[in-house]
């Protein structure tokens, strides 16, 4: 192999390798934000855990947080695994460009063996010299004077060639020993993360247990739950009935006043766009509000600073009894007790009350959008009251097993929407 083919092959190496580097760098860079978002989630879950763990007595309460807990150590476990998976890779790669560079050092210390040993077989100063002056004319002199010079920088590149190789070698070796002592690192955390994780899912199939043995108690709370959430349903399906109706009204008023405003003055009135009976008749500023609500779906920020989902959207198994099903019309958040419940976007309190079940709660109107916020220990705003997106609203309320829970839903005119597609994704 050339000099010229050696440097050639040796860029192509670095350059894939710093290709790859890059992109593994990303990737990792990526694998570690998810793992600290997830250590957050864990210690977030952990500190509510223990909060509804202060009475003796088990509580679902305590299952849909141990529930979470495993979710995300499920997910720390996974991530780390990728993290070692793309170090095996790294290593991997690495190892192929060694291996290249090995081949490509044996070749240049044979080539540079087999120079010096030409050189060798014509090293008397009288050899070189019969060389050069038996050149049949000055010309052929000056090129045979050129041949040995270049000849000889040919031999001090190959040795410059080698020792970059043999340096550039050395340095990835390096880097692998760096990558095998990291990946070591965190396969001893995926082993204990892993323990932790077994450890979670044992405590969930005591808490499980011991609550299968309460199932009078829990059917007696499911169908007080119902209740609560048929009473809290009426009260917000009222409510938009009538703010319907008000804003249906309002509209033919406003209607009627330009109308004899148009005749008055002779001019043509066009007609006015029917408004359906189940939808708000919207002025265009509660227009904008409302298209401003709908373009932000999935962005808009969670009621509670921290928590999580522990009662999703619709009507899902029950946690713990088998063949029974719970309806949920919104999201249940559990949180940290004590903590602020926000408004999610700018709007109007439309009510505030109180409700056996879900304690007292609050509607918010953001055009032809409400959204509701029950389970509340006190209420900090009034009806008519105008709020900015995390405004307060109240306190969450703390039941007397220590769970802390907020209820969320959202509606646009009578319909119930999932309100967990509505937040942001955390």
């Not at 309460?214 to 009260?235: A, G, H, P, Y």
């Not at 008000?246 to 509209?251: F, G, P």
């Not at 004899?260 to 002025?283: G, I, Q, Y």
């Not at 006190?378 to 209820?407: H, M, N, R, W, Y």
Request: hydrophobic residues 40%.
């Amino acid at each position: 192999m050339t000099v010229g083919k050696c440097k050639i092959l040796l860029l192509s190496i670095f350059l894939l390798g710093f290709l790859s580097m890059a992109w593994a760098q990303k990737s990792k860079s990526q694998l570690e934000q998810e793992k600290k978002q997830t250590l957050q989630k864990i210690k977030e879950a952990e500190k509510i855990l223990n909060q509804t763990a202060t009475q003796k007595k088990a509580s679902l309460g305590q299952l849909s947080a141990i529930n979470n807990q495993i979710q995300e150590q499920e997910k720390l476990v996974n991530t780390i695994k990728g993290e070692i998976g793309l170090l095996e890779g790294q290593i991997g790669e690495i190892n192929s460009i060694v291996e290249a560079m090995e081949a490509d050092l044996k070749r240049l210390r044979e080539e540079y063996a087999a120079m010096i040993y030409a050189a060798q077989k014509s090293s008397s100063t009288l050899d070189k010299l019969n060389f050069i002056f038996s050149a049949p004319s000055v010309n052929h002199l000056l090129m045979r004077l050129k041949y040995l010079e270049q000849y000889a920088e040919a031999r001090r590149n190959q040795v410059k060639q080698i020792e970059r190789v043999r340096n550039a070698l050395s340095q990835q070796r390096t880097v692998i020993e760096e990558k095998r002592v990291e990946k070591n690192t965190l396969l001893a955390q995926q082993l204990s993360e892993s323990d932790k994780l077994l450890g979670m899912k044992q405590q969930q199939s005591a808490l499980v247990k011991n609550l299968s043995q309460r199932e009078t108690e829990i059917r007696k709370e499911i169908t007080s739950r119902k209740k609560s959430v048929d009473n809290l349903e009426k009260v917000i399906a009222e409510l938009v009935r009538k703010e319907i109706e008000k804003s249906i009204a309002e509209q033919k008023a406003r209607e009627e006043a330009e109308r004899k405003k148009a005749a008055a003055s002779n001019a043509k009135k066009e007609a006015a766009k029917p408004t359906k009976s189940n939808e708000m008749a919207l002025t265009p500023e509660a227009a904008l509000v409302s298209s401003s609500f709908q373009n932000n779906k999935g962005k808009l920020p969670w009621p509670v600073a921290s928590g999580f989902v522990s009662g999703k959207f619709g009507t899902h198994p029950h946690p713990v009894l088998k063949h029974v099903t719970v309806r949920n019309d919104g999201i249940d958040i559990q949180t940290n007790q004590n903590e602020t419940v926000r408004a999610v976007f700018d709007g109007v309190v439309t009510r505030a009350g109180f409700l056996p079940g879900f304690n007292n709660f609050v509607i918010v109107k953001h055009g032809e959008y409400f959204t509701v916020y029950a389970k509340l220990k006190d209420v900090q705003v009034k009806t008519g009251q105008v709020l900015k997106a995390k405004d307060p609203i109240g306190v969450v309320f703390s039941d007397k097993d220590g769970l802390s829970e907020v209820q969320f839903q959202v509606w646009k005119n009578t319909e119930k929407v999932n309100p967990q597609t509505w937040l942001i994704a955390r």
